[in-house]
T-cell receptor
Framework: AQSVSQHNHHVILSEAASLELGCNYSYGGTVNLFWYVQYPGQHLQLLLKYFSGDPLVKGIKGFEAEFIKSKFSFNLRKPSVQWSDTAEYFCAVNPNTGFQKLVFGTGTRLLVSP | NAGVMQNPRHLVRRRGQEARLRCSPMKGHSHVYWYRQLPEEGLKFMVYLQKENIIDESGMPKERFSAEFPKEGPSILRIQQVVRGDSAAYFC????????????FGAGTRLSVL
């Protein structure tokens, strides 16, 4: 079945550690890709998006993601995490079927210890 | 510039009652989406609406669930005769063609069915 996979369900890091969260999707053809973050008790916020062009995308708060078409991946990275990055991170894909719905991964809970 | 507003934030219903969830899109947005998040799962698409039109309802359960987005007023997700399995967080998002249909999310409504 077509899907979005986030392999890391829970990640625990110390401050200043580097972060990489995996996201793989199984849709063929053109896709739009997103990472959203949900801080405790808050709404989902858009971190970054990829529609076309440079496969290395920079987002807010020092996050970046790389689209690797051959691997169907869109991994999220941050060189040095902070305690305030503690949140749940969702990868999402718009399969570009003509409709605008997003297909989400199951999310990754990141805990950054001070 | 107000974001996507959802109310209520928390809703408690007994089995068999009706639940009405409301969503006011961001100013200038005419497209609304509803997603459901079950415990330990990612967001699942339910329905996509424009003003007075349902564009894609492929994620809506066939019975008891309905959605509308009238010409005036908020979008409503209505669940009739709720059951315990309807307990979830329901998120609304809105978008605009002028912004590439990037979806901006509300804080969600947490529905608990007793």
């Amino acid at each position: 079945a077509q899907s979005v996979s986030q392999h890391n369900h829970h990640v625990i890091l110390s401050e200043a550690a580097s972060l990489e969260l995996g996201c793989n999707y199984s849709y063929g053809g053109t896709v739009n890709l997103f990472w959203y973050v949900q801080y405790p008790g808050q709404h989902l916020q858009l971190l970054l998006k990829y529609f076309s062009g440079d496969p290395l995308v920079k987002g807010i708060k020092g996050f970046e993601a790389e689209f690797i078409k051959s691997k169907f991946s869109f991994n999220l990275r941050k060189p040095s995490v902070q305690w305030s990055d503690t949140a749940e991170y969702f990868c999402a894909v718009n399969p570009n079927t003509g409709f605008q719905k997003l297909v989400f991964g199951t999310g990754t809970r990141l805990l950054v210890s001070p | 510039n107000a974001g996507v507003m959802q109310n209520p934030r928390h809703l408690v219903r007994r089995r068999g009652q009706e639940a009405r969830l409301r969503c006011s899109p961001m100013k200038g947005h005419s497209h609304v989406y509803w997603y459901r998040q079950l415990p330990e799962e990612g967001l699942k698409f339910m329905v996509y609406l424009q003003k007075e039109n349902i564009i894609d309802e492929s994620g809506m359960p066939k019975e008891r669930f309905s959605a509308e987005f009238p010409k005036e007023g908020p979008s409503i997700l209505r669940i009739q005769q709720v059951v315990r399995g309807d307990s979830a967080a329901y998120f609304c998002a809105s978008s605009s063609p002028a912004q590439g249909h990037i979806q901006y999310f509300g804080a969600g409504t947490r529905l608990s069915v007793l």
